[in-house]
């Protein structure tokens, strides 16, 4: 496979359960980020890794819990969600992140949509 | 703040021209990206600019003006295809990407 894979691609879960998403980049990116996607709203960013290492946590509530056990995998355990939680979660990679030396391209997956009754 | 502003929703019709502007007020500036969104599917990337001016890449061209904080994707000839969702996204000062919250684009035969 190439590119950037997720799964699951859709996930309905209740209020009390914990399940994880899962995303794998096989373009040899150093790295990887978590968005989350709402209807009519900008992409938020929510978790950065950089050579396995988190650089970036932009404030995102606990129940959110990234892991990053490689530069070609990333998950985001999911705990005790809220309904507000309902949108799509986007996987990216770049080659490493922004920085002066330069503009990186983000890959994106198709992503996860969540919905949280 | 930071801010980008984009239209929400365009229409045009297969065959003719289409501009999707985007304006941004950021701390300082590294660059624009423009990303094309197909329904159900991953974001692609379309355009960087850094530099003032116009950038052509086949049907889609990208041109910026820094003096204006202005963007805007230009598609020719459209096809049913180009039916998507346009994000802009501006680097601020720290490098982080600012994002719109994209342009949905309808084309009608």
């Known amino acids: 496979e190439t590119g950037v894979t997720q799964t699951p691609r859709h996930l309905v879960m209740g209020m009390t359960n914990k399940k994880s998403l899962k995303c794998e980049q096989h373009?040899?990116?150093?790295?990887m980020y978590w968005y989350k996607q709402s209807a009519k709203k900008p992409l938020e960013l929510m978790f950065v890794y950089n050579f396995k290492e988190q650089t970036e946590n932009n404030s995102v509530p606990s129940r959110f819990s990234p892991e990053c056990p490689n530069s070609s995998h990333l998950f985001l355990h999911l705990h005790t969600l809220q309904p507000e939680d309902s949108a799509l979660y986007l996987c990216?990679?770049?080659?490493?992140?922004?920085?002066?030396?330069?503009?990186?391209?983000?890959?994106f997956g198709a992503g996860s949509r969540l919905t949280v009754l | 703040g930071q801010n980008i502003d984009q239209p929400t929703e365009m229409t045009a019709t297969e065959g003719a021209i289409v501009q999707i502007n985007c304006t941004y007020q950021?701390?300082?500036?590294?660059?624009l990206f423009w990303y094309q969104q197909h329904a159900g599917e991953a974001p692609t990337f379309l355009s960087y600019n850094v530099l003032d001016g116009l950038e052509e890449k086949g049907r889609f061209s990208s041109f910026l003006s820094r003096s204006k904080g202005y963007s805007y994707l230009l598609l020719k000839e459209l096809q049913m295809k180009d039916s998507a969702s346009y994000l802009c996204?501006?680097?601020?000062?720290?490098?982080?990407?600012?994002w719109g919250a994209g342009t949905k684009l309808i084309i009608k035969p």
């Open positions: 990216a990679s770049s080659q490493a992140e922004q920085t002066s030396s330069g503009a990186n391209v983000l890959t």
């Open positions: 996204a501006s680097l601020d000062s720290n490098y982080q990407l600012i």
């Open positions: 950021t701390s300082g500036f590294n660059g």
């Open positions: 373009l040899g990116h150093n790295a």
